[in-house]
């Protein structure tokens, strides 16, 4: 029986689970791995995301579905299937990233617009028939003096529309990604200047939504949480960031979306982890709100790993230590010193 939009999101955000945000495309995985020393070969970001895919336990208990890039879904694992059948064998659900990347946007210097619709919809019926059922499409915003502009926060939602429209048609739930950016050079921005922009940008999406006809309760938002710039000097109490966080979503995000999976954009593994378990503590949400992380999930694990197969197993325990504590703030349940008790 083929599962519902709204079934496939309802199961994306089910308690204490979240995603695993493994889309990194050739240049940013080439980024990662330099940190580790280790050429990024085919076989190489095989091995890896086959490491985090069979990682039992915390597939199986905290992840709900993993993003992939388009290498990643057509990828067998060393046994011959497909890293697909590993992520759906944990009941897990595969995911698949559709954006081209964010390109220079024309008369509008210092911001960009994601692009990928051009054959999106031929693409998303491959990406079906490989076993995608949700995928997704960031968008990047960027504050500056006089950024974002009303030209670029307009173009980026009008595309995202489009692409969840289309995901829609083809049966897949899509992730709708506007990134306002809290790491882009010369970050200086306050978190009041977040909040703001952050408000306005969701606004303009959701319109854009409406006016494409996407069906709301068949789509889960991927939005950053409401944090100074990284050069601002600025230190917001993490429950100030809670705070706003949740201030901006009952302002600009319909009650008709299941769900809410934050990307963690450059903050710290642990800080990511308190920020979305205070989110969640504060009760009483419409929404289903968890992780759907990539830098704040993976990071250790790929220490640990370090490009060695005799360290798969270490990966493997990083891994599930970074998907418990993001599982329990799913939940409003993290804290500080259960996370040392169990590192
Ligand atoms: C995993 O990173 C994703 C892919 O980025 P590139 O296309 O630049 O390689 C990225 O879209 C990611 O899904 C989100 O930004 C969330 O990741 P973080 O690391 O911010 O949690």
């Avoid at 306002?180 to 959701?206: G, Q, S, W, Y």
């Avoid at 302002?251 to 450059?266: D, R, W």
């Avoid at 990539?294 to 640990?304: C, N, S, V």
Wanted: glycine share 8%.
């Amino acid at each position: 029986m083929t599962e519902s939009l709204q079934d496939i999101a309802r199961r994306l955000v089910a308690p204490g689970k979240g995603i695993l945000a493994a889309d990194e495309s050739s240049s940013t995985i080439k980024k990662r791995f330099d940190s580790i020393n280790l050429a990024s070969t085919a076989d190489a970001r095989r091995d890896y995301r086959e490491m985090l895919f069979s990682a039992d336990q915390a597939m199986r208990n905290h992840v709900s579905g993993v993003i992939l890039f388009d290498e990643t879904i057509r990828q067998q694992a060393k046994d011959g299937r497909a890293l697909v059948e590993l992520i759906t064998a944990t009941g897990s659900i595969p995911g698949i990233k559709v954006d081209t990347g964010a390109k220079a946007l024309a008369f509008h210097p210092g911001e960009t617009v994601t692009e990928g619709l051009d054959g999106l919809r031929e693409r998303l019926v491959e990406y079906h028939k490989l076993g995608a059922r949700f995928a997704k499409w960031r968008a990047v915003i960027t504050i500056g003096e006089t950024l974002p502009t009303p030209g670029a926060l307009s173009a980026n939602a009008h595309a995202l529309a489009r692409y969840a429209a289309l995901c829609q048609e083809n049966g897949i739930v899509p992730i709708v990604e506007p990134e306002v950016l809290m790491d882009n050079p010369n970050a200086t921005h306050t978190i009041e200047t977040c909040h703001k922009v952050t408000e306005a940008t969701l606004r303009v999406v959701f319109d854009e939504l409406d006016r494409a006809r996407v069906d709301l309760s068949g789509i889960i938002l991927k939005p950053n949480m409401v944090v100074p710039g990284k050069d601002s000097g600025q230190k917001a109490s993490p429950s100030e960031v809670a705070e706003r966080t949740v201030a901006v979503f009952h302002a600009a995000v319909p009650t008709s979306v299941p769900g809410i999976a934050f990307l963690s954009g450059g903050q710290s593994d642990e800080l990511a982890t308190e920020h979305l378990s205070l989110i969640n503590a504060i009760g009483d949400l419409p929404w289903g709100i968890t992780f759907s992380y990539g830098r704040a999930l993976q990071a250790a694990a790929l220490k640990a790993w370090g490009g060695k197969p005799e360290n798969v197993a270490a990966g493997q325990q990083a891994f599930l230590h970074r998907c418990r504590m993001n599982g329990l703030a799913a939940l409003g349940q993290w804290n500080a010193e259960l996370e040392r008790e169990v590192a």
